[in-house]
T-cell receptor
């Protein structure tokens, strides 16, 4: 399982774009990169997943450079309701059981 | 509502009590999981069930006993717990044990357990 490293916390203001970077230096060829969001006293929620280059959905964008040793979750124009913990996970179908390990995540605080 | 329902949402129990947590999903998923989340700690995987068969047990104390009677239901039976077992207990499901990496894991809202 590729170990991931994220900043412990980040602060932002409403309306700003927030970029959270995750390092996964020993990512394997078959590994996918997945991001989850967790609000207090709730379970994590799947946000976005990618393998390489850029992925965009209605919630966020995920940027993955060519070497795939890191990835950046981009949240456009954040609001107070985006205050949450964001987790980066890396794994593949062969070791999906091991993929189920969440790290400490990044605690994002959005201020008015 | 995520499609994974956990009951109760809150539970307070004494150290000599026996209680059970319930998880239910009607997403057609074949794999279900129990996680523990203590205050300011990462999520800890406790148990994994695939097609109603336990496939992983991460050295969880025997005072936690899981049960998966069918692919839609998962229980966590609790007995003689300790105060340090107080935490948020989360249930999750995925299409199958390997499908989660591609299609994602769906979590319930959790049961906030307090052991007194």
């Amino acid at each position: 399982l590729a170990k991931t490293t994220q900043p412990i916390s980040m602060d932002s203001y409403e309306g700003q774009e927030v970029n959270i970077t995750c390092s996964h230096n020993n990512i394997a060829t078959n590994d996918y990169i997945t991001w989850y969001q967790q609000f207090p006293s709730q379970g994590p929620r799947f946000i976005i997943q990618g393998y390489k280059t850029k992925v965009t959905n209605e919630v966020a964008s995920l940027f993955i450079p060519a070497d795939r040793k890191s990835s950046t979750l981009s949240l456009p124009r954040v609001s107070l309701s985006d205050t949450a913990v964001y987790y980066c996970l890396v794994g593949d179908e062969d070791n999906a059981g091991n993929m189920l390990t969440f790290g400490g995540g990044t605690r994002l605080m959005v201020k008015p | 509502e995520t499609g994974v329902t956990q009951t109760p949402r809150h539970l307070v129990m004494g150290m000599t009590n026996k209680k059970s947590l319930k998880c239910e999903q009607h997403l057609g998923h074949n794999a279900m999981y129990w996680y523990k989340q203590s205050a300011k700690k990462p999520l800890e995987l406790m148990f994994v069930y695939s097609l109603e068969e336990r496939v992983e047990n991460n050295s969880v104390p025997s005072r936690f006993s899981p049960e998966c009677p069918n692919s839609s239901h998962l229980f966590l039976h609790l007995h003689t717990l300790q105060p340090e077992d107080s935490a948020l207990y989360l249930c999750a499901s995925s299409q199958d044990r390997t499908g989660g990496i591609v299609y994602g894991y769906t979590f319930g809202s959790g049961t906030r357990l307090t052991v007194v």
